[in-house]
């Protein structure tokens, strides 16, 4: 089946963000160890990038583990942008993609301050679909147990109307892409703008040239 929609995965691909930023500004200020925060933080991660509990719940969850939380811990989640950027040669061939007719889409697990970020950047203005996980309640690679069930990406394959073997999705994530290709999706493992073009290639996708 000829691809006619591109779903990109957003933190690491299009936008260069780490939450290591925030890790060592939480060891170098309120002397907690960057690892152990890391590691109880990103336990609780999942909820709020489903928006099943706020950020505020997750972060005073996780500061609690260490004795009272700083009265500033609500925005404390937020240096993890302190130095955020998209990254031009992705944008670059995601309008690429665009003017080719393909559509394009972008499929991430995000947490509330992150999805503003996104918002207040534009993001819809360069994709054709944007999901967010804590704006649907859904984050990748979860699959319903539901028999078909195919949780965050039946969502997006509804919204661009296309079958899933239709569409190719690229992400930085292999759990991410393993579950997309449980339901049909194909999938690339992106690891740098060339290397992405030469896969996209590989898939009969060529931008700036209509699909057949």
Not at 18 to 34: C, G, L, Q, V, W
Not at 49 to 60: A, H, P, V
Not at 73 to 84: D, I, L, M
Not at 154 to 182: H, P, R, T
């Amino acid at each position: 089946m000829t691809i006619k929609g591109v779903i990109f995965d957003l933190g690491g691909v299009v936008v260069d963000w780490s939450n290591s930023i925030t890790y060592r500004h939480i060891e170098d200020k309120y002397r907690i160890p960057a690892e152990e925060f890391k590691r109880l933080a990103e336990s609780g991660m999942p909820d709020a990038q489903r928006g099943m509990i706020s950020e505020e719940q997750w972060m005073r969850m996780v500061f609690k583990h260490f004795g009272d939380p700083p009265n500033d811990y609500v925005n404390v989640w937020e240096r993890t942008f302190s130095v955020a950027k998209f990254n031009e040669q992705v944008l670059e061939l995601v309008n690429g993609l665009k003017l080719g007719g393909y559509l394009v889409a972008a499929l991430s697990n995000v947490e509330p301050s992150r999805a503003r970020w996104l918002r207040q950047h534009r993001i819809d203005d360069y994709f054709d679909i944007v999901i967010l996980s804590c704006e649907v309640g859904l984050r990748k690679p979860d699959l319903p147990d539901s028999p078909g069930g195919g949780g965050i990406y039946e969502l997006i394959l509804d919204k661009l109307k296309l079958a899933s073997d239709e569409c190719l999705f690229i992400d930085d994530n292999s759990n991410c892409l393993m579950a997309a290709e449980k339901i049909g999706i194909r999938t690339v493992m992106f690891e740098n703008v060339v290397q992405l073009k030469i896969e996209l290639l590989k898939s009969g996708v060529n931008w700036n040239a209509s699909p057949s």
